[in-house]
């Protein structure tokens, strides 16, 4: 009879598990190591992708200062590493369109480990200014004022009692002024003045800008004084005195009055500027509507010689622009281009859809002047002084070409949803539209 031994087969086995398991621990590693490698060529990829798109976004600021020569930029300087190094061209495309060429290296151009291109077109047009108020020289706000937005002015920024300031629609809330204190004003040689209850950002808002600065001085009494330690304001605005930043930089006639108004008077529509027969010819083409009307704008704009009157209680139904120029009639006779007396509103008693524009004049007066109980949407332009009395709100851009008065119970709400007029062409007026983005 034969027997069999099976004492060698345990130690086969063993040896066979033993390679086997070293056969998946070898490939584990080498899967592992391969994946690894994977993610890491992803995460460089895409931060590569992040750095192409941050040159883009600096060639767009650039385009907005009218600077269009190539250049590289370290992305990351200033957050503790640099991230990677972008190079980028500029090429003009004619008609305001630009070719924008982005490639972001990682983490350098001299050490590559990853590399991603992206090319952008864009179009660059005059764009509406950022303030809800500008003034070309003093701008003054009396009492009980609320402003939501920026407010620019040339020269002295005077603000009385309970003036209040908020961010705008896009978070921003600031103060500006060019003033180096040189205008005295009676007792004043400070380029912003500030009397008593001020507020700036009482609730806390602003997610964007949020400062106030001068090229000059900045005072106010105990309470109202933005360098005290009562300043109602929790936490502090960016605060600076003696400003050279180009945020405080002085503002060329065409940028506070950034209407073209060549432009908007030569095609004015053509049209019954009476609507009907509801306005009276008081003098030389001087057009006045009396109480109680309702004028349907339909979208036109209306061009008065001589200036216009609204009198009160008067509905402006749809939209459109009123402009007048006072240099080609007889301004001398009257006291202001437009006056806008009480009770104007649009349908609905909701605001009026209309802009109100004045492009020169030497009138007696404020070339606009806005009395009470006045709700508005849309731009109020003039080339010289505008003066807002009490119990009125806008929702737009108010810009004085020389003095902006605001009494009392007045709201300025910055919009760019306003009826479109032709803009000056402005090298720091530009809105930029992406045409079209692609990876190369």
């Given at each position: 009879m034969?027997?069999?031994?099976n004492?060698?087969?345990?130690l086969?086995?063993?040896?066979?598990?033993?390679?086997?398991?070293g056969?998946?621990?070898?490939?584990?590693v080498?899967?592992t190591?391969?994946?690894?490698?994977?993610?890491?060529k992803?995460?460089?990829?895409t931060?590569?992708l992040?750095?192409?798109?941050?040159g883009?976004?600096?060639a767009?600021?650039?385009?907005?200062?009218?600077?269009?020569?190539?250049?590289?930029v370290?992305?990351?300087?200033?957050t503790?590493?640099k991230?990677?190094?972008a190079?980028v061209?500029?090429?003009?495309?004619g008609?305001?369109k630009y070719?924008?060429?982005?490639?972001?290296?990682?983490?350098?151009?001299?050490?590559?480990?990853?590399?991603?291109?992206i090319?952008v077109?864009?179009?660059?047009?005059?764009?509406y200014?950022?303030?809800?108020?500008i003034?070309g020289?003093?701008?003054s706000?009396?009492?009980?004022v609320d402003?939501?937005?920026v407010?620019?002015s040339?020269?002295l920024i005077i603000?009385q009692?309970?003036?209040h300031?908020?961010?705008?629609?896009?978070?921003d809330?600031?103060?500006?002024t060019a003033?180096?204190?040189?205008l005295?004003?009676?007792?004043?040689?400070?380029?912003?003045?500030?009397?008593s209850?001020?507020?700036?950002?009482?609730?806390?808002?602003?997610?964007?800008?949020?400062?106030?600065?001068?090229?000059?001085?900045?005072?106010?009494?105990?309470?109202?004084?933005?360098?005290?330690d009562?300043f109602?304001?929790?936490?502090?605005?960016?605060?600076?005195?003696?400003?050279?930043?180009?945020?405080?930089e002085?503002l060329?006639?065409d940028?506070?009055?950034?209407?073209?108004?060549?432009n908007l008077?030569?095609?004015?529509?053509?049209t019954?500027?009476?609507?009907?027969g509801?306005?009276?010819?008081?003098?030389?083409?001087?057009i006045e509507f009396?109480?109680?009307?309702?004028?349907n704008?339909?979208?036109?704009?209306?061009?008065?010689d001589?200036?216009v009157?609204f009198d009160?209680?008067?509905?402006?139904?749809g939209?459109?622009?009123?402009v007048?120029?006072g240099a080609?009639?007889?301004?001398?006779?009257?006291?202001n281009?437009?006056?806008i007396?009480?009770?104007?509103?649009?349908?609905g008693?909701g605001?009026?859809?209309?802009n109100?524009?004045?492009?020169?004049?030497?009138w007696?007066?404020?070339?606009?002047?806005?009395e009470?109980?006045?709700?508005?949407?849309?731009?109020?332009?003039?080339?010289?002084?505008i003066?807002?009395?009490?119990?009125?709100?806008?929702?737009g851009?108010?810009?004085?070409?020389?003095?902006?008065k605001?009494d009392s119970?007045?709201?300025f709400n910055y919009?760019d949803?306003?009826?479109?007029?032709?803009?000056?062409?402005?090298?720091?007026?530009?809105?930029?539209?992406?045409?079209?983005?692609e990876?190369?």
């Amino acid at each position: 009879m034969q027997i069999k031994n099976n004492k060698g087969m345990a130690l086969v086995a063993a040896i066979l598990m033993m390679v086997v398991l070293g056969v998946l621990g070898v490939s584990m590693v080498v899967l592992t190591t391969g994946e690894t490698s994977k993610e890491v060529k992803s995460r460089l990829g895409t931060s590569a992708l992040y750095v192409a798109d941050a040159g883009i976004e600096k060639a767009i600021c650039n385009i907005k200062k009218s600077k269009y020569s190539d250049f590289t930029v370290y992305v990351g300087i200033g957050t503790g590493d640099k991230e990677g190094e972008a190079v980028v061209d500029i090429t003009s495309l004619g008609d305001k369109k630009y070719q924008i060429d982005s490639t972001g290296y990682v983490p350098s151009q001299s050490d590559i480990k990853e590399e991603r291109s992206i090319r952008v077109k864009v179009n660059a047009s005059a764009g509406y200014p950022d303030y809800s108020a500008i003034s070309g020289e003093t701008g003054s706000f009396s009492s009980n004022v609320d402003v939501y937005g920026v407010v620019f002015s040339n020269d002295l920024i005077i603000i009385q009692s309970n003036v209040h300031f908020y961010p705008d629609n896009n978070g921003d809330v600031a103060i500006y002024t060019a003033s180096d204190s040189t205008l005295l004003t009676d007792d004043l040689d400070s380029a912003i003045e500030i009397d008593s209850n001020f507020y700036f950002d009482e609730d806390n808002e602003a997610t964007g800008t949020r400062e106030i600065r001068a090229q000059g001085v900045i005072d106010g009494n105990e309470d109202s004084d933005p360098n005290g330690d009562n300043f109602k304001s929790s936490p502090k605005p960016t605060i600076v005195e003696n400003d050279d930043s180009d945020k405080t930089e002085e503002l060329d006639s065409d940028e506070v009055q950034f209407v073209d108004t060549d432009n908007l008077i030569e095609n004015a529509d053509e049209t019954d500027y009476t609507f009907g027969g509801k306005g009276t010819d008081v003098g030389n083409g001087r057009i006045e509507f009396s109480s109680d009307e309702t004028l349907n704008l339909n979208g036109n704009v209306y061009y008065y010689d001589n200036g216009v009157e609204f009198d009160s209680n008067i509905v402006l139904a749809g939209s459109g622009t009123f402009v007048v120029d006072g240099a080609a009639g007889d301004s001398s006779n009257w006291d202001n281009g437009i006056i806008i007396t009480s009770n104007i509103n649009g349908e609905g008693d909701g605001y009026a859809k209309a802009n109100f524009i004045v492009a020169g004049g030497d009138w007696i007066a404020e070339d606009i002047d806005i009395e009470s109980n006045v709700e508005l949407n849309g731009i109020i332009q003039a080339a010289r002084d505008i003066k807002v009395n009490s119990n009125v709100d806008i929702l737009g851009i108010v810009a004085a070409g020389e003095e902006l008065k605001a009494d009392s119970n007045i709201e300025f709400n910055y919009s760019d949803d306003v009826f479109d007029v032709p803009l000056n062409e402005s090298d720091e007026n530009e809105d930029i539209n992406v045409i079209s983005w692609e990876e190369k």
